[in-house]
């Protein structure tokens, strides 16, 4: 206990950092809230009268741009029929079933593998590789504590303010030669795609790696480390980036989530705020450039 508290005390940021979290409920106004979180993560001021970089440009579309449709595309459950209806049914990871509370949750009747997972946040996620090892009452005490997050409360992402809270099962996705579901993370700018990374090693500590459209590694860095070991160009790349540029159009920014599974193509989740726009770029200039790409659109709210 007295460790746990001089570690905090050499952290005071990270203390902050949570204090705000805490408090978000109570500071009502975005724009206060927003420029707080940027200046404790990014260690400068937010400019939102003039916003020239990637993540000032998100922070403003958080604050004065909401689309109705923007609800349904972070929600788990309601996406999926937008996503079949744009590239079709094939590409949806299929439901198989959907909860309003954990105690209804019909785990008899889920396959031995599965994936359960909370429609209105990030992070409430429970995988199953073999139901007979499973602790039920451990995975429904953690839907549960997820079912009561605001997600909107952390980083103000506008579209989760009025997402349901629910639960949903998915067929377990696992490509059968590497054993493991890699995403790949569009950054398209209405419709036009710029530039991906990729997440691996997700069972110890996340690596993430950017490529351009031909797939040249670049040498950008955000909230990750990059992997040790080489990554080979996904057989479907050309697929995915069509896929996302039809699923990005229309939207001055989307990152646009997508899996390769055993040669094909499945949707993943569409990202609005990446990484609630107050992680840095290394280098800098990237978030500069990235913000270039966003053409910002009249104010809606």
């Excluded at 460790?3 to 940021?13: E, G, H, S, T």
Aim: with cysteine.
């Amino acid at each position: 206990m007295i460790k746990a508290v001089f570690r905090n005390l050499k952290d005071p940021r990270g203390i902050a950092i949570k204090l705000i979290a805490k408090l978000s409920p109570l500071i009502k106004s975005d724009r206060l809230y927003l420029s707080m979180r940027y200046w404790l993560f990014m260690k400068k001021k937010l400019n939102l009268d003039n916003p020239c970089t990637f993540n000032e440009k998100l922070n403003w579309l958080k604050i004065n741009y909401h689309l109705p449709i923007y609800t349904k595309l972070v929600d788990k459950y309601e996406v999926k029929k937008i996503v079949a209806d744009l590239i079709g049914e094939e590409y949806v990871i299929p439901t198989l079933g959907v909860w309003d509370n954990v105690d209804d949750i019909d785990f008899d009747n889920l396959p031995d593998k599965f994936v359960l997972k909370c429609t209105h946040d990030s992070g409430g996620l429970v995988v199953c590789k073999d139901k007979s090892k499973l602790n039920i009452e451990s995975a429904k005490k953690k839907l549960a504590y997820a079912l009561k997050r605001n997600y909107f409360n952390q980083s103000r992402e506008w579209g989760y303010k009025y997402v349901p809270a629910r639960i949903i099962a998915e067929r377990y996705m696992e490509d059968s030669t590497t054993h493991a579901l890699n995403d790949f993370k569009f950054f398209c700018f209405d419709g036009e795609v710029k530039l991906l990374f990729i997440a691996t090693e997700r069972s110890a500590e996340v690596k993430f790696d950017f490529f351009d459209m031909d797939f040249k590694n670049l040498d950008i860095t955000n909230a990750h480390p990059h992997s040790s070991t080489k990554i080979a160009k996904p057989v479907t790349f050309e697929k995915m980036k069509e896929l996302a540029a039809i699923l990005s159009k229309g939207h001055p920014f989307m990152r646009i989530d997508l899996y390769e599974v055993d040669g094909r193509v499945y949707f993943g989740e569409y990202t609005l705020y990446h990484n609630g726009a107050t992680l840095p770029f290394e280098p800098e200039s990237i978030d500069y450039q990235m913000g270039e790409w966003i053409t910002l659109p009249e104010k809606n709210t």
